[in-house]
């Protein structure tokens, strides 16, 4: 069984406005001690965000046996400091290749924004090399956010074309051979709910790729649980909806054996969501697949 989280912390800060990446490491632990960490929202050196701390040395020491890849979205350096922003993947699987993404961000004078991305890890599991990938979509443009939408179709339509038909392997060293994904897991806070247009057109095929919301899979016709605002009322009324997924490559859908959310927790202004994956891929007779 193959377990992978996906949490928007926001810098590690609960509806009561601490901070605090232990009590964050701890419910991670105990909802699912997952093998894969899906983290969006870690700041470094932001001196209004956990006083400049840097996060990714905080959540690379609370996870020993993890390793950590979180290239950031933002990047900046005044002369004197640094600050980053971005999102973060945790694996205490083989990690085979790691890459980043840096998502569209068309120009949009009617609202503020910021450079989002997709960080994508290969990691190595029963069932051969699984690619991951993380993201957070622009929360305030909607131009922006269609256009992220977009690229995302792209690349997985990229990526299942060169599943199958992979490069060359022209020597070793830089164009040796590596190993081609099985498939793959698309999570993070995309900032839209599913009565945007921009959720369906994510799960339109294109070309060879097709994306599928993993709850489709397991949730029996329910209607998705709420990952945002489910505790915090502080932007809008209390009672939540559902902006954090899964999505899968269509092929790995019979090994989706369950999606829960957890919308207890308050940590965060987000709920956390954990998908497992069989490493066996089960039998229509012998499914036994669980949602929230």
């Given amino acids: 069984m193959l377990k992978i989280l996906s949490w928007n912390i926001q810098y590690g800060t609960g509806v009561d406005g601490r901070v605090d990446l232990q009590r ?30 840097d996060q990714v040395a ?39 290749d790691r ?36 993201t957070h979509l622009e929360y305030y443009s909607r131009i922006q956010r269609e256009a992220q939408i977009q690229r995302l179709r792209e690349l997985e339509s990229q990526w299942a074309a060169t ?9 070793a060293g830089i164009f040796g051979p590596r190993p081609v994904p099985v498939g793959t897991v698309l999570c993070g806070d995309f900032n839209l709910p599913v009565e945007e247009p921009t959720y369906a057109a994510l799960q339109q095929p294109l070309g060879e790729g097709r994306f599928i ?31 954090d997924f899964f999505f899968i490559s269509a092929q790995l859908a019979p090994r989706v054996t ?15 969501l954990l998908l497992t994956l069989a490493a066996e891929a089960p039998s229509p007779e012998g499914e036994n697949r669980r949602g929230n």
């Fill in 24 to 53: 964050i490491r701890d419910h991670i632990v105990a909802f699912g001690d997952p093998d894969v960490i899906c983290l969006q929202e870690v700041a470094v050196g932001f001196e209004d965000i956990d006083a400049g701390a």
């Fill in 58 to 96: 905080q959540l690379t020491a609370l996870f020993p046996g993890y390793r950590v890849t979180a290239p950031p979205a933002l990047d900046w350096w005044d002369g004197e400091h640094c600050r980053r922003f971005g999102n973060a993947v945790l694996t205490r699987l083989p990690l085979v």
């Fill in 99 to 134: 890459l980043v993404h840096v998502l569209p961000r068309p120009a949009d004078a009617s609202t503020c924004h910021m450079q989002r991305q997709l960080i994508e890890v290969v990691v190595a599991t029963d069932f051969g090399p699984l690619r991951v990938c993380t």
């Fill in 163 to 171: 599943s199958t038909a992979p490069p060359k392997a022209l020597r």
């Fill in 213 to 243: 919301d993993a709850w489709t899979v397991v949730g029996q016709g329910k209607p998705h649980a709420p990952t945002f605002r489910v505790h915090d009322a502080r932007r809008g009324a209390k009672g939540g909806f559902a902006c």
């Fill in 258 to 272: 369950g999606l829960r959310t957890d919308v207890e927790t308050t940590l965060s202004d987000h709920q956390p």
